[in-house]
């Protein structure tokens, strides 16, 4: 392409385990293009990192001489999702170690989230009620749990929950309050950076308010109990950049992972669910403090969280925080959040309907990409082949000629001095035209100059429709499938012909 320079490599490296991976320049298809073309052929270099890199994640695989099970229960290919120490700094759920893994369903090959809680001893089967109320929530907000076993495969007895898995979620705590010691990045020293009140702007705490707020709303509809409302158990999941930069910020997509896991953990103590309700909101308002003044331990000072958030905070947000931290009382409940964050909620649905039409703009400019990929592939399935050197109908004479000298004209093109033309607009263009069968006609000429033909792209196509449609019968026939219906090696119309082969 032009412009491409190997030498510069967009590099990323995951944070978890190093692995080496051939370069890959995210901005292979985007130089070419002109600044003031509106119509884009691609997604936008953004989104295709961060998809990329999601896929990316979800391939990597554990390093070796961590003792994994290699089967657990019809999960495979374990990876811990976070470091797998001992000792003292051990991860914790409540009063229990757990780890998180991502592993593959043997059945539908998909990635999952599974948190294994070590120690755990079931004592009644119907402990696993809970979860199977918890499958039937659907929320955008929710990570959406799947199922629970207990296990020996650890050589313990785990209790094992499985979660749709996020690749590259990060909890809020790792976003907005972890401390990050100085580190040198690309030769130059960055940070410290200490979570400071203030450092999330009001924008992105509202976002979340109402993220957290409607998840937990779905919940209570439902009869259940989050449980577990805490900035290391809330999930960023994604991030829809603005539409326009100076249109909008940023918006960030936030789930509750863990449901259910502490109502197995908890079975016996059988709480009131609505006890637990009014706990969760207690939990949220604390989330919202912590958030805010940019530290773990803001509410054991309320009036000085309160007098933090004041310098950063509107009155209302405040107002949302003091409520949820207040006395629990039987007429509290999530309602009343959204019922005070009126304007908020509308600010909120802009910025979601803007992130689902930037979407779908980049969704139209890869609409064409799957056809245009079929369609060179046909090419590559017909074009040099050995085996039709000597066929009269490839020769300068035959009728297939003509897809030899399209070829050159669609990706052989050289200027006057005789100089390859990279031009993927050019390309682009030819290929449209003649997936569409216009009517169009094109001058080819062979590359010793002594041919010359004119052709429609309609007769381009049905040549070679015609040619992949001989190459489709050769094939099956040397797989032992016979010719059933209308596959024809003859020329002629195949435009809407159907192939079907049977053994
Ligand atoms: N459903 C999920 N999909 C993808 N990643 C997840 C999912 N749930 C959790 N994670 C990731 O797994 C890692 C560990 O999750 P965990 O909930 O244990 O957070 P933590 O920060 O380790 O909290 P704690 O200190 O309580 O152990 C985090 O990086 C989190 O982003």
């Known amino acids: 392409m032009l412009g491409y320079d190997p030498t510069i490599d967009p590099y990323y490296a995951p944070a978890q385990y190093a692995f080496t991976r051939q370069p890959l320049n995210y901005h292979l298809y985007t130089l070419p293009r002109p600044e003031a073309l509106a119509h884009r052929y691609f997604i936008s270099d953004d989104v295709r990192e961060e998809l990329t890199r999601r896929v990316e994640t ?3 695989v554990a390093p070796p001489g961590l003792n994994l099970p290699e089967d657990l229960q019809g999960y495979h290919s374990l990876m811990p999702l976070e470091p797998v120490n001992t000792g003292d700094t051990r991860r914790q759920f409540g009063n229990w170690y757990s780890t998180v893994y991502r592993a593959v369903n043997s059945k539908d090959g998909a990635p999952y989230a599974l948190r294994r809680i070590e120690g755990f001893r079931l004592m009644q089967q119907s402990a696993f009620a809970a979860i199977e109320a918890w499958s039937r929530i659907h929320h955008p907000n929710i990570v959406s ?3 629970a076993f207990t296990t020996r495969a650890f050589s313990d007895s785990s209790l094992v929950v499985v979660h749709d898995y996020h690749p590259n979620a990060r909890t809020l705590y790792d976003a907005h309050l972890r401390s990050v010691p100085p580190e040198f990045v690309g030769g130059r020293l960055q940070g410290p950076q200490i979570p400071q009140a203030g450092d999330i702007p009001e924008r992105t705490m509202w976002s979340y308010i109402i993220q957290i707020a409607n998840a937990i709303r779905a919940v209570h509809d439902a009869g259940l109990a989050v449980r577990i409302v805490d900035v290391t ?8 950049s603005p539409v326009r930069l100076s249109l909008s910020t940023e918006r960030t997509m936030v789930r509750l992972s863990s449901c259910g896991i502490v109502d197995v953990l908890m079975h016996e103590a059988r709480a009131d669910v609505a006890y637990l309700q009014q706990e969760d909101l207690a939990m949220f308002g604390k989330l919202i403090f912590q958030l805010g003044c940019g530290k773990m331990h803001a509410l054991t000072n309320l009036p000085k969280a309160m007098e933090a958030m004041s310098h950063f ?37 802009d910025e979601m309907q803007n992130a689902a039409d930037r979407l779908e703009g980049e969704l139209m400019s890869e609409l064409e990409n799957g056809r245009l990929v079929r369609l060179l592939c046909k090419f590559g399935f017909i074009n040099e082949r050995p085996e039709f050197a000597r066929e009269p109908r490839w020769s300068e004479t035959g009728d297939r000629y003509i897809i030899k000298l399209f070829r050159d004209y669609v990706f052989h093109q050289v200027d006057e001095h005789g100089n390859p033309v990279v031009n993927l607009t050019h390309v682009l263009t030819c290929l449209n035209k003649l997936d569409a069968g216009t009517d169009e006609r094109i001058m080819l000429v062979s590359r010793d100059e002594q041919s010359c033909l004119v052709v429609s792209y309609k007769d381009i196509k049905t040549c070679i429709d015609s040619a992949f449609r001989c190459v489709v019968l050769i094939s099956s026939r040397s797989m032992g499938w ?14 809407g012909q159907r192939t079907s082969l049977r053994k």
């Open 58 to 60: 979800t391939r990597t």
């Open 145 to 147: 749990v799947r199922e």
């Open 233 to 240: 158990k809330v999930i960023i999941t994604g991030k829809n």
């Open 313 to 349: 905070y509107s009155a209302d947000l405040q107002k949302v925080a003091l409520l949820l931290v207040g006395k629990p009382e039987p007429r509290k409940n999530i309602g009343q959040v959204f019922d005070m964050i009126g304007n908020r909620l509308l600010a909120e649905m």
């Open 482 to 495: 016979s010719h059933y219906a209308t596959v024809s090696c003859r020329d002629g119309d195949g435009v």
